[in-house]
């Protein structure tokens, strides 16, 4: 079935060739929008990180380490992970990704996702992969959930289950953007509730969001969800700012 797949990415792409959303010249990937040479200037996050939240040290470590801002507040989920970090085309395709429609992205910033999650974790072990909710008002304003796209299609390659109900949020919240890491947590503070506890309970869930700066709302989702009885929570995104 794969190999299927991919001749029929293969012929698609003969047919409607792709402009790679970096450079815009043609894509050499097959079915995919980022040609290999902007594919290769991406700057992943993969040595030298934080133990629990994934915050990549300035200089080099010679043993395992935990960051201050860890250190001073713990997170809820029990380890994190970004991919790349926020910066040149990653920030330029999660910002169309998450703003202007351009879904025809995912199976890019999913590729990223998927090399993080295989080096980084032991994705067997994972029951559900699950993204950060939005408040139904800015569901209605976006039409859809950039974070549920990630994970459906991340939940569909590690052959697992997305479960996209169980986990809401149940207030509306600021963006986070300008908050510094004591306003994110109280902005986000109680903004989560779980629905179907018996879908939670004894599971190792794995959360998905687009970008992760401090992790303010990817622990206030681990939080609630331990409470309601998740056995571990690990969480994943495409890009740290």
Known sequence: MKLLNYAGQMLCDAVYPRECCGCGRLSDRTGRHLCWSCFS??????SDLCELCGNPLTGSATSAFVCGYCRKRKPAYDC?????????????????????????????????????????????????????????????????????????ELARRIERGVDGRSLQRIRHTDTQTHYNATQRKKNISGAFAVVRSEWIRGRTILLVDDVMTTGATLSECATELKRCGALRVYAISVARR
């Not at 200037?41 to 993969?46: A, F, R, S, V, W």
């Open 80 to 152: 994190a992970r970004s991919a790349a970090k926020f910066t040149g085309v990653v920030r330029e395709m999660l910002h169309a990704f998450k703003y202007k429609d351009a879904l025809w992205q995912s199976a890019d910033l999913v590729d990223l996702m998927q090399g993080a999650l295989t080096a980084q974790f032991d994705y067997q072990a994972i029951d559900v992969v699950m993204p950060v909710p939005l408040f139904k008002t800015r569901f209605r304003e976006r039409s859809y959930n950039q974070s549920y796209v990630l994970a459906r």
């Open 41 to 46: 200037q991406i700057e992943l996050l993969h």
